[in-house]
């Protein structure tokens, strides 16, 4: 897969995440934000520019930890079977994509 389409799959899944996670706070006063981090930010810059702040974040740390196979294979020497770098940097996206996903389905079902 590319890239751009891997990178997209994880910017949806965040994007569910983030949006899910303003909604829920500002229709429910039982619930809070579990992650120190997300309050932090939510805290200094307000919920909508907080989870912005962490979703541009969360973007850059993913696209270092999926790109990291090319080091890998650097290091190794090329020695790394030829799918090795597709293959991680596509577990890496998609992995994460599908666990904002399941974190802001989560996150609605507060509303329920």
Do not use: Q
């Amino acid at each position: 897969m590319r890239r751009a389409t891997l990178a997209g799959a994880l910017l949806v899944g965040k994007g569910l995440d983030a949006v899910s996670t303003v909604v829920v706070l500002r229709l429910s006063d039982s619930v809070r934000e579990s992650v120190p981090l997300s309050r932090a930010l939510m805290a200094w810059l307000g919920p909508v520019g907080g989870m912005a702040l962490l979703t541009a974040v969360t973007m850059v740390v993913v696209g270092l930890l999926a790109e990291s196979g090319v080091l890998i294979d650097r290091l190794a020497g090329g020695d790394t079977p030829e799918w090795y770098v597709p293959g991680l940097r596509a577990a890496v996206y998609l992995g994460c994509a599908a666990w904002f996903v399941l974190i802001g389905l989560w996150n609605f079902s507060h509303l329920l």
